[in-house]
């Protein structure tokens, strides 16, 4: 027999780990949560790096997390999703970077290759970048140039030099590329329309303007000496014999390697916009331009990653079944449990209602810990009383804004609050004989200290996140053996569970799985 509602309630912040100093939520001693423990089933899921489609070791967040819990699959964002590809050999096959680099064939002209050269892994990947190099040798282009923004935010100040060898180095190594500009991302990545400086790097790569250079990194290091450091480099041509070794002219390819799309706009603005105003400047005439992803929806450019459409998401799985559903959450988190969680789409799907709670006004969260949970529990309890939902999800913000704020005080009575919010829901959603999935996006009011310096910490964390699963049926009188803190499946899973509870098939394209033969 089906239970309705399903509700699937996502403790936003709310991570699993260490019982020491720093830890909000065991400091807390939440007796709700506890009770869960012994009488529900309950596992640990991963919620961090590439369980969630970023990078490896990075930290979950709010908008991947309900994107995943949404699509019942993991959607890679652009770096792991490009260097994937690099490593599944697709990445050679592309057709964007085919026909660019075709078209310098074809015209006897060159394939210059800009972007961010850094290790912060941020806005691109030096991985990508000589995967181009070895990619343009396979296919035979031999005028191959580098236009290399420094990086100095991402990664060290003086990075920079030794970085710029490492890629002659390599475009020696791989017989085909060489480094033709320098400049600081201060200048080719400005995302504030200073176009002052955003027309600085257009005629560093257009006209050959700037400081003349015979060696980068040489060039480089000067400047760490006048205090010059790397985000900052004035921009400079690299010239032999009196020349620029490369300027970007019509029937010429361009590839912009920066996968981040804000700092990428400008420039490709310059470059491709028709109406374009920042600044005077001579289009270049049948430029292929190829950005490394979509950098801006109406910017015509060729696109080597496009966005992944989430065609299957489990609010349109919920929809086209005839299901009635509620999304509830305070302001913070309203666009998490509507957009996100449908995959980046906008629009409200039959049978989808939506309840927004404004926040309280207010910057800093730790002077009203309690946020909206209170009232976020009453209108649910209120609605669900008048309306047969068969999906509500809500969002509870507490864990996760207070916990931003490092206040470990703070974060403890925001989470008694969202425990005491638990307590009025859970018995009203079992009266209903609905069931409910209570987890959480990421972790981060359970890590509120640097374990190592004794700071604090007021980012996400890597620690798993937790679910129970409570329904009348699981119930256990008997207090059950403490749980594995080991994760025992994704939040990617979720979405197959809710369904398989709905009793909906799950579509090919969900590849989680239920997590129900989990939760006995």
Not at 291 to 297: D, G, K, N, S, T
Not at 455 to 464: A, I, Q, V, Y
Request: proline fraction near 5%.
């Amino acid at each position: 027999m089906m239970s309705k509602p399903v509700v699937l309630v996502v403790l936003d912040g709310w991570g699993l780990g260490k019982n020491i100093k720093g830890n909000a939520i065991t400091s807390a001693n939440p007796p709700t949560i506890k009770k869960m423990d012994a009488s529900y089933p309950h596992c640990a899921l991963q919620a961090s790096g590439i369980s969630v489609g970023l990078n490896w070791g990075e930290v979950g967040n709010s908008e991947v997390g309900h994107m995943t819990l949404g699509a019942g699959k993991i959607i890679y964002q652009n770096m792991p999703r490009i260097t994937m590809s690099i490593q599944s050999g697709e990445f050679y096959q592309n057709k964007i970077f085919l026909e660019a680099m075709a078209n310098a064939k074809k015209n006897n002209s060159s394939l210059h290759l800009m972007g961010l050269v850094g290790n912060g892994g941020v806005h691109s990947y030096i991985d990508h970048l000589y995967a181009l190099l070895e990619m343009a040798k396979k296919e035979q282009v031999e005028k191959v140039y580098i236009h290399a923004f420094t990086d100095g935010r991402d990664s060290s100040p003086n990075a920079g030099a030794e970085l710029l060898q490492k890629v002659t180095k390599k475009a020696q190594q791989t017989g085909v590329g060489k480094i033709a500009s320098v400049c600081g991302r201060y200048f080719g990545m400005d995302r504030n329309n200073n176009w002052d400086r955003t027309q600085k790097a257009y005629n560093l790569l257009t006209q050959g303007k700037g400081e003349t250079i015979t060696s980068p990194a040489d060039y480089l290091r000067a400047s760490y000496k006048k205090e010059i450091f790397d985000e900052h480099i004035e921009p400079a041509v690299v010239t032999e014999n009196g020349k620029p070794v490369a300027i970007i002219q019509e029937n010429d390819s361009l590839i912009f390697f920066n996968f981040r799309e804000d700092r990428a706009r400008q420039i490709t603005q310059a470059f491709m916009a028709p109406d374009f105003s920042g600044f005077k400047r001579e289009p270049i005439k049948n430029l292929y331009f190829v950005a490394m992803v979509q950098y801006e929806e109406n910017l015509k450019t060729n696109v080597a990653f496009p966005p992944v459409k989430i065609t299957e998401s489990l609010g349109s799985i919920l929809s086209d079944n005839h299901k009635k559903q509620l999304r509830i959450a305070e302001t913070e988190k309203f666009a998490h449990v509507t957009y996100f969680f449908n995959g980046g789409d906008e629009k409200t799907f039959p049978g989808e209602e939506r309840v927004i709670i404004p926040s309280a006004a207010t910057d800093v969260f730790d002077k009203v810990p309690e946020m909206k949970a209170r009232e976020i529990t009453d209108k649910v309890i209120e609605l669900a009383g008048k309306n047969d939902y068969d999906f509500i999800l809500i969002n509870y913000a507490n864990a996760d804004m207070v916990g931003h704020t490092g206040n470990e005080e703070a974060t403890i009575e925001a989470v008694k609050s969202v425990d005491h919010a638990l307590e009025n829901l859970i018995p009203f959603i079992l009266s209903k004989g609905g069931c409910l999935l209570i987890t959480a996006d990421h972790g981060n009011a359970e890590e509120l200290k640097n374990n190592l310096t004794g700071e604090k910490d007021t980012e996400h964390s890597l620690n798993p996140v937790p679910i129970w699963f409570i329904s009348p049926e699981n119930h256990s009188d008997t207090p059950r053996a403490e749980e594995s803190s080991d994760p025992a499946g994704l939040l990617s899973d979720i979405a197959p569970t809710i369904l398989e509870l709905l009793e909906i098939k799950k579509p090919e394209g969900m590849t989680g799985e239920s997590l129900l033969e989990i939760l006995k």
